[in-house]
Structure formats: structure tokens, C-alpha cells
């Protein structure tokens, strides 16, 4: 398994990170590190979501990535492929600050999503 993007560093735009961070912090059990390169979500210690150049990725019910991969600005995470771990996440594109209104809904449903996940299994 080729793990060698996991230590690649991409540019965030601190604007967008302190935008997400000031919203996804907030929540319960809620805690960021460094993941895939960029600023990674955790809840209780579980991935739910990344900050990387220009996208925020994030992992989904199945159903609601069926409906996401519909909308403009919206693809797999090319990651996938090379880690299980990321394997479904979807990513979104985010370029502005004021784009994180937009993501917030489906952020809140990977939050759920992977908060609802038996230890272990997100």
C-alpha cells in the first residue's frame, strides 16, 4: 500500500481552517490534527473530515455520498484508493471562508456518521 501522500504537507488556507475550526470544534468530542497532509476532524479520536488545498474531505453514509457526488464541485477523495481507511470519503471543493456555510450540513452528517461507528470501526 503506497502510504506516501500520508506525509505529504499541503497549503491550507488559514482563513478556511479558522473558519472550520471555529464551527467543528465546537462539537462534542471534537479535535483536530494533522491528516492526509492537511488539518484533520476527529471525534472521540475517529477521523470525520480533512482540510486539504482547496477541498475539505469527509466521510459519509453511503446514501448521502450517492446524493453529494451529484452536485458540482464534488468528487471522491483520490485517496481512497490507497488506504482503506479513507476508503469512500468524498471531498468538497472549499476555496473561501465563506464557502464553510455551504459544507456545514454534511459535516455535521460525517460527525454523525462516524460518531454513531462502533470503537474501531470508522
Given at each position: 500500500?503506497?502510504?506516501?501522500?500520508?506525509?505529504?504537507?499541503?497549503?491550507?488556507?488559514?482563513?478556511?481552517r479558522?473558519?472550520?475550526?471555529?464551527?467543528?470544534?465546537?462539537?462534542?468530542?471534537?479535535?483536530?490534527?494533522?491528516?492526509?497532509?492537511?488539518?484533520?476532524?476527529?471525534?472521540?479520536?475517529?477521523?470525520?473530515?480533512?482540510?486539504?488545498e482547496?477541498?475539505?474531505?469527509?466521510?459519509?453514509?453511503?446514501?448521502?455520498?450517492?446524493?453529494?457526488?451529484?452536485?458540482?464541485g464534488?468528487?471522491?477523495?483520490?485517496?481512497?484508493?490507497?488506504?482503506?481507511?479513507f476508503t469512500?470519503w468524498?471531498?468538497?471543493?472549499?476555496?473561501?471562508?465563506?464557502?464553510?456555510?455551504?459544507?456545514?450540513?454534511?459535516l455535521?452528517?460525517s460527525?454523525?456518521?462516524?460518531?454513531?461507528q462502533?470503537?474501531?470501526?470508522?
Open positions: 500500500m503506497d502510504t506516501d501522500y500520508l506525509d505529504d504537507e499541503f497549503e491550507i488556507d488559514a482563513e478556511v479558522a473558519a472550520l475550526d471555529a464551527r467543528l470544534l465546537e462539537w462534542p468530542g471534537a479535535s483536530t490534527a494533522r491528516l492526509l497532509g492537511g488539518a484533520g476532524y476527529a471525534v472521540e479520536g475517529r477521523s470525520f473530515a480533512a482540510l486539504l482547496g477541498v475539505v474531505a469527509m466521510s459519509l453514509p453511503r446514501e448521502l455520498t450517492a446524493r453529494a457526488l451529484t452536485l458540482a464534488v468528487s471522491p477523495l483520490p485517496a481512497a484508493s490507497d488506504d482503506p481507511r469512500g468524498t471531498q468538497f471543493l472549499l476555496l473561501l471562508p465563506e464557502d464553510v456555510d455551504a459544507v456545514m450540513p454534511w455535521k452528517a460527525y454523525d456518521h462516524v460518531s454513531a462502533p470503537e474501531g470501526a470508522a
